[in-house]
């Protein structure tokens, strides 16, 4: 069996589809924007694995 190389990209923000971008909110209220379509071109023409995670916060049960 070959050995494997795996490169993995982990995002997690807000996703703005209209300027493919992915803007992380840092504990000290930065904002950091990153730009998906550059990070997807690295990944061009090769064989890739893609998920998509949506994030909720659940409704909390007052007593």
């Known amino acids: 069996?070959?050995?494997k190389q795996t490169v993995t990209v982990d995002l997690k923000?807000?996703?703005d589809m209209d300027v493919m971008?992915?803007?992380?909110?840092?504990?000290?209220?930065e904002k950091?924007?990153?730009d998906l379509k550059?990070?997807?071109s690295k990944?061009?023409?090769k064989q890739v694995s893609i998920s998509i995670k949506e994030v909720n916060d659940l409704p909390v049960k007052y007593e």
């Open 13 to 15: 923000g807000i996703f």
């Open 43 to 45: 990944f061009n023409g």
């Open 38 to 40: 550059e990070i997807l």
């Open 21 to 29: 971008e992915v803007v992380e909110q840092t504990r000290d209220s």
């Open 1 to 3: 069996m070959a050995s």
């Open 32 to 34: 950091n924007p990153y």
